[in-house]
């Protein structure tokens, strides 16, 4: 497990403060349990991965996609025991259930997923089934180059699929140089800002890459004023 994949997709499953509800992460089914959260990963096909590694771990009690698997979130119970730490100020335990996965990315090899993976071209963002727009509440996006054309394109696809009138926890992946677009042009008004988190690749990386996210996770990252 490469500390970064599993530091990025603990982010994306765990819950924060102010989840739930009309903040658009996850809400209430019709029956009034919560609804499950709806996470994809646009052209990041490892930390998707270790989602898929991290969901099996907290949710063991369901199988593939079947989201009536559920998991106790008790305030500070440790993550070993398959339980999520969260501040709640009206219960000690709330139980949500198995978050729904999803895999956008141009290597058909992913395709071993299934009804989870999409075949994903950014030169074409809109190119897409039907069925997943404005579906997620949770979006994870790399753009595979960094130019303004890819990274243009990859963020009209991140807004397609973000569910309309909800806050949509957005992390963008991406170098350093395409910083002041991120912030300032592609992601603005979903209030993205650059954080404080290293990136780091086994390999190593030409350039220095960075995160931008629409929201602060304690003790993982916070905004930077530059």
């Known amino acids: 497990q490469h500390p970064c994949r599993l530091m990025l997709a603990e982010a994306l499953v765990d819950p924060v403060a102010g989840d739930g509800g009309d903040d658009g992460d996850g809400g209430d089914c019709s029956d009034g349990r919560p609804a499950p959260m709806r996470i994809v990963v646009v052209s990041a096909p490892s930390v998707f991965v270790q989602l898929c590694n991290l969901v099996r771990q907290r949710w063991p009690d369901a199988d593939g996609d079947d989201e009536r698997g559920s998991a106790k979130i008790g305030v500070n119970q440790p993550r070993n025991q398959g339980t999520i730490n969260i501040t709640n100020a009206t219960a000690a335990t709330t139980t949500i259930p ?4 999803h895999l956008l990315e141009f290597d058909e090899r992913f395709a071993v997923f299934g009804e989870q993976f999409t075949h994903y071209d950014y030169r074409r963002p809109l190119q897409l089934p039907a069925h997943l727009a404005g579906q997620f509440n949770r979006i994870i996006v790399d753009p595979p180059f960094l130019s303004d054309e890819c990274q243009t394109k990859a963020a009209v696809t991140v807004r397609w699929l973000a569910r309309p009138g909800s806050q949509t926890r957005v992390l963008v992946c991406t170098g350093e140089r395409m910083g002041d677009m991120v912030v300032q042009k592609l992601y ?7 954080t404080d988190l290293v990136v780091e690749h086994e390999r190593g990386l030409g350039n220095e890459f960075c995160c931008f996210a629409n929201w602060e996770r304690d003790g993982v990252w916070t905004w ?3």
């Open 98 to 101: 198995r978050p729904q996965l």
């Open 188 to 194: 603005k008004g979903m209030g993205v800002r650059r």
């Open 224 to 226: 930077t004023s530059t």
